[in-house]
């Protein structure tokens, strides 16, 4: 039986992917910067840290990656306070989990846009403990995020349950020895690899039950 249950928030909770791809592809071509056929698959999963760099040095954006993660940040908070896109049902599935289990969230999201994000779904009391990859030596598909949350829930990973999107997320807590169920979105199919990696992939969120994390157990 799992100890506790780890989400991702980007794609899982908050349909905010194709959000960052607009903002950063708008970014890139008002900046100088040239976007390439595999870059969205790249940065998903990436610190702010990582990403910023990534837009700065190999893109080509005229900007220092410091004001490159400022900027792109700063525009999705104004996006944020417009509208948070909230997944449907995935507010309802965070909270039946967290009657029985307790939850974190290890994000790649800026620590400001995992508390915006769960502010306006409701959901900040639901979660345990949550960490932003800003706050690890490593984003995304290392698993230093992961393993830090389990280690803030006080549980082995072997005995967490993770809920991942991206072909790096799912990378992550693998590599952290989580069970990992997939909800890949429509849009970012997962890799071949990564699919293999998942013990269950769903279509939607809805369909993770508590019966199901109780069965993965």
């Known amino acids: 039986m ?21 903002v950063r592809r ?3 071509a008002a900046h100088g910067g040239t976007w390439q ?24 954006v005229d900007r220092t990656a410091g004001q490159v993660a400022d900027e792109v940040v700063e525009e999705m908070t104004r996006r944020y306070r ?3 896109p909230l ?3 995935a507010d309802d ?30 959901l900040t009391d639901a979660f ?17 995020v992961y393993l830090a949350v389990a280690r ?13 999107d991206s072909s790096n997320g799912v990378r992550s807590a693998a590599a952290a020895g989580m069970r990992v169920v997939a909800v890949p979105h429509g849009s970012y199919p997962l890799d071949p690899d990564a699919a293999g990696l998942a013990v269950v992939s769903l279509a939607a969120i809805g369909e993770l039950t508590p019966q199901l994390v109780d069965d993965l157990g």
């Open 26 to 28: 708008a970014y890139v």
């Open 87 to 89: 997944i449907d049902g």
């Open 128 to 144: 345990v403990a949550t960490l932003s990859t800003e706050e690890t030596e490593r984003g995304k598909p290392a698993p230093d």
């Open 82 to 84: 417009d509208h948070v």
């Open 93 to 122: 599935v965070v909270r039946r989990l967290a009657a029985r289990w307790p939850l974190g969230l290890a994000s790649s999201s800026p620590t400001r846009l995992i508390g915006a994000a769960l502010a306006a779904t409701g």
């Open 37 to 60: 056929p595999d870059t969205q698959r790249r940065l998903m999963g990436m610190s702010t840290g990582e990403w910023a760099h990534y837009l700065s040095g190999e893109l080509g």
């Open 2 to 22: 799992a100890d506790a249950v780890v989400f991702d928030l980007d794609g899982v909770i908050v349909d905010s992917e194709p959000v960052w791809e607009e």
């Open 152 to 164: 803030r829930l006080g549980v082995d990973p072997a005995r967490c349950v993770a809920v991942e």
